[in-house]
């Protein structure tokens, strides 16, 4: 079974600094990886997804990179703002299987 | 743009009731999944469907049921409710099995007493 795990836990801030969320998982054979946000309270929001034969997808001030071989993706914020702060996930969906393992989140606090 | 919507945002059920959490999706997605969302395990799968009246278990499927009876509704019964029930319900959708970005609900926030 795919294990996702996404260190540290939390994370603070101060406005303006570019930052980068890890996210590692056990088994490299996926076929795909999604990024997402959450608020407190809320559902959560798709940020990025990217497919195995890809190396990294962007979207505005986000980059997500994706490394197979090691296992590992990062999100990279770029000038990160007050209001990006909430809880990032990413999800691995392996090569079999038609499921998405989630890792438990990075709570992320940018500080005015 | 995408919505998924959940039947209510907060339940406060007894033990031992039946439970109906009814999600709907508005944009023709096949794909349709039921989680829960726990402090510490994160989300954990219970239940998906990719067609109408399909179904497939997931993570944690025991003490929950599902129905799909129309392509945009897929409903999470707790046959008997139970306090290790308690949690954060999220339903999601995608819109098939090539293009699999998922799209949340809000969540239901259940309490069984």
């Known amino acids: 079974k795919q294990e996702v795990t996404q260190i540290p836990a939390a994370l603070s801030v101060p406005e303006g600094e570019n930052l980068v969320l890890n996210c590692s998982f056990t088994?490299?054979?996926?076929?795909?990886l999604q990024w997402f946000r959450q608020d407190p309270g809320k559902g959560l929001t798709s940020l990025l997804l990217?497919?195995?034969?890809?190396r990294e997808q962007t979207s505005g001030r986000l980059n997500a990179s994706l490394d197979k071989s090691s296992g590992r993706s990062t999100l990279y914020i770029a000038a990160s703002q007050p209001g990006d702060s909430a809880t990032y996930l990413c999800?691995?969906?392996?090569?079999?299987?038609?499921?998405?393992?989630f890792g438990t989140g990075t709570s992320l606090t940018v500080i005015p | 743009d995408v919505k998924v919507t959940q039947s209510s945002r907060y339940l406060v059920k007894r033990t031992g009731e039946k439970v109906f959490l009814e999600c709907v999706q508005d944009?023709?997605?096949?794909?349709m999944f039921w989680y829960r969302q726990d402090p510490g395990l994160g989300l954990r799968l219970i239940y998906f469907?990719?067609?109408?009246?399909?179904?497939e278990k997931g993570d944690i499927p025991e003490g929950y049921s599902v129905s799909r009876e129309k392509k945009e509704r897929f409903s999470l019964i707790l046959e008997s409710a139970s306090t290790n029930q308690t949690s954060m319900y999220l339903c999601?959708?995608?819109?098939?099995?090539?293009?699999?970005?998922?799209?949340f609900g809000p969540g239901t926030r259940l309490l069984v007493l």
């Open positions: 944009m023709d997605h096949e794909n």
């Open positions: 088994d490299s054979a996926i076929y795909n």
């Open positions: 999601a959708s995608s819109l098939d099995r090539v293009r699999e970005t998922q799209y």
């Open positions: 990217i497919q195995s034969s890809q």
């Open positions: 469907s990719y067609d109408v009246k399909m179904k």
């Open positions: 999800a691995v969906r392996p090569g079999t299987g038609n499921q998405f393992y």
